[in-house]
């Protein structure tokens, strides 16, 4: 069986590859605002309706989206049986790593030294705080 710790890194994971892939799709939904005409103030709610489901139309960002959800649902069960002082900066330092490993992979400039370092601060509070 999957422990506690276990969970929160495989949230911490799902997290931060879904970061990075829904920015790739946010950047279609981008350009895809940027061809359409300004609105007028008087229609901006409805723009801004039509905008949202522009957004969940383009898969690249919407299927990361919803399984992203699923692993905030999985992550709210986990803190029903975890302290939240080891559940949230186990899963968040797992996230940025995550984040900026599946960035790189996906061709994004991330400044590896950078990266690197906080995620090792975050290691180390981490520990200590479980010390």
């Not at 981008?30 to 139309?57: G, I, R, V, Y």
């Amino acid at each position: 069986m999957i422990g506690n710790v276990e969970k929160m890194v495989a949230v911490g994971l799902v997290w931060g590859a879904t970061n990075a892939i829904m920015r790739r799709g946010a950047l279609l939904w981008d350009q895809a605002l940027k061809s359409t005409p300004t609105p007028s103030p008087q229609h901006k709610l409805l723009s801004s309706l039509k905008n949202w489901f522009t957004l969940l139309s383009i898969w690249q960002y919407s299927i990361p989206f919803f399984i992203n959800l699923s692993a905030s649902a999985t992550f709210f069960v986990i803190l029903s049986h975890t302290p939240i002082s080891l559940t949230v900066p186990v899963t968040n330092a797992t996230t940025f790593a995550a984040t900026a490993v599946f960035g790189m992979l996906l061709g994004e400039e991330t400044r590896l030294a950078h990266a690197f370092f906080g995620t090792a601060l975050i290691v180390l509070g981490v520990w200590l705080s479980t010390q």
